[in-house]
């Protein structure tokens, strides 16, 4: 017994470290991880950025790619080896987002914090953006260009500084990168493929041009293999015998039948590394003491979790009126070849079913079924498709269903105490006439 328990702990010790290394690799882009198809790249990242540190040569390039392409892993592993670079032990880094840094006084206010220039700055009072940020280069210069000490800016959701006012920020960083000042490196991540559309004429003048795109261009094979290497724990795991088989067993899952349909069927749907992420997550999370190895099963299950659909969900949540209006609807989409409905049409079609099986359902206020029918549109399963008028009635403003008859029969099938006139009434190929 003793000797099952102690067995049972080391188990649980060693898949406890398996999730967090896993995790880690899957949630925090980590640079520890792996490139895959982005060699050429990072060569191209990796030398810009030695020549701003090196050479004291400013410069400025877009990584643009869609979202989950691995931009930002890029970045971070290309970082990671020019801060391991002797001569860069002095290399500052700023970085910024769109979606927090809304305009150049935030981002400025940033900029001093992660410059460490608070002191510096104290209260001095400032014009113009350009005299403050001058301000701040200059203070961190320590005599010549070549001996200032480089300044990386990394500009993340880039096409979001785009549309700021006057797009000052990003105009003084391509200015002071244009300038014979600090030397700087100004690194924007986006996913707009238009995003030099977007730059006004001083700020297009001031940019160098460069950029770098990441297209998720691996096809089957190498997507397999990303997988086995995604799951493969490192050489250094502490349990080396765990370790072994765990490997061993994410060897065989790769080669079985069932697990390569799944992984090809996630392929043709997105073939970003996040979303295989977020399979390989929902598999992990299936992994127990009981359980200490993942099988196809689970990767099964996760696959179906990430095709789940939203509105069936929510279908799931809805009471017994609600269900009985949707069923009404799809009757009308029927009858009336998706043309456009209204309330009163959707009551009526109710009030038909409910004068056939009263006995199964309780006969509704029209008030009640009213706001049943408001609730629908709220969840956006429903939606107008005129604007309202202030002066039309509410039963007669024509409104279109955005739920097609296979989510609502799957929703029904999975919908716990539905009445069994009800899921009848959703079968019928038309309403009751």
């Not at 290309?78 to 987002?97: D, T």
């Not at 809304?102 to 005299?131: M, P």
């Not at 244009?178 to 297009?204: M, N």
């Not at 977020?278 to 095709?307: G, I, K, W, Y």
Request: hydrophobic share 40%; charged share 20%; with cysteine.
């Amino acid at each position: 017994m003793s000797s099952r328990k102690t067995k049972n702990n080391v188990h649980a010790e060693c898949l406890s470290q398996v999730q967090r290394i896993l995790r880690e690799r899957f949630c925090h882009h980590s640079p520890h991880s792996n490139l895959f198809g982005v060699q050429v790249q990072y060569k191209h990242l990796i030398e810009l950025l030695k020549r701003t540190a090196i050479y004291g040569e400013s410069n400025s390039v877009l990584i643009v790619g869609p979202r989950g392409s691995g931009k930002t892993t890029l970045l971070n592993h290309a970082l990671k080896e020019f801060m391991e670079i002797e001569v860069s032990e002095n290399v500052l880094q700023v970085h910024l987002n769109g979606l927090l840094q809304t305009n150049e006084k935030i981002a400025l206010k940033e900029i001093t914090r992660q410059l460490n220039l608070d002191n510096v700055v104290g209260d001095k009072v400032f014009g113009s953006f350009a005299e403050n940020l001058s301000f701040l280069l200059e203070a961190l210069q320590k005599g010549d260009r070549t001996s200032s000490c480089p300044v990386i800016f990394i500009l993340d959701e880039f096409d979001i500084f785009a549309h700021q006012k006057n797009q000052t920020l990003l105009y003084n960083l391509f200015d002071i990168s244009q300038s014979a000042q600090t030397p700087v490196a100004v690194i924007g991540l986006t996913c707009r493929l238009d995003i030099l559309e977007l730059l006004e004429k001083r700020v297009k003048s001031r940019f160098s041009h460069r950029q770098i795109h990441l297209m998720n261009s691996f096809d089957f094979p190498q997507y397999l293999k990303i997988f086995k290497e995604q799951l493969s724990l490192p050489a250094e795991f502490p349990d080396k015998v765990f370790a072994e088989r765990w490997n061993e067993n994410v060897h065989c899952l790769s080669e079985d039948s069932t697990v390569l349909e799944v992984l090809q069927k996630h392929f043709s749907v997105n073939k970003n590394l996040q979303s295989l992420h977020m399979l390989l997550m929902l598999a992990l999370n299936r992994v127990t003491v009981s359980h200490p190895f993942m099988t196809s099963a689970d990767l099964m299950e996760a696959q179906h979790m990430c095709s789940l659909d939203s509105k069936a969900n929510i279908v799931h949540g809805l009471s017994v009126l609600e269900i009985c209006l949707i069923i009404a609807m799809k009757h009308l989409n029927d009858i009336y070849e998706e043309e456009p409905f209204n309330f009163q049409m959707v009551y009526n079609e109710f009030q038909k079913f409910i004068q056939r099986k009263a006995h199964s359902v309780y006969n509704f206020e029209k008030p009640v079924v009213m706001k049943a029918f408001e609730h629908l549109q709220q969840l956006e399963l429903i939606k107008p498709v005129e604007r309202t008028s202030v002066n039309s009635q509410r039963e007669y403003q024509l409104v279109k269903l955005l739920l097609d008859n296979t989510q609502i029969m799957n929703a029904l099938q999975k919908y716990s105490n539905c009445p069994t006139d009800v899921r009848q009434w959703a079968t019928s190929s038309l309403s009751w006439l």
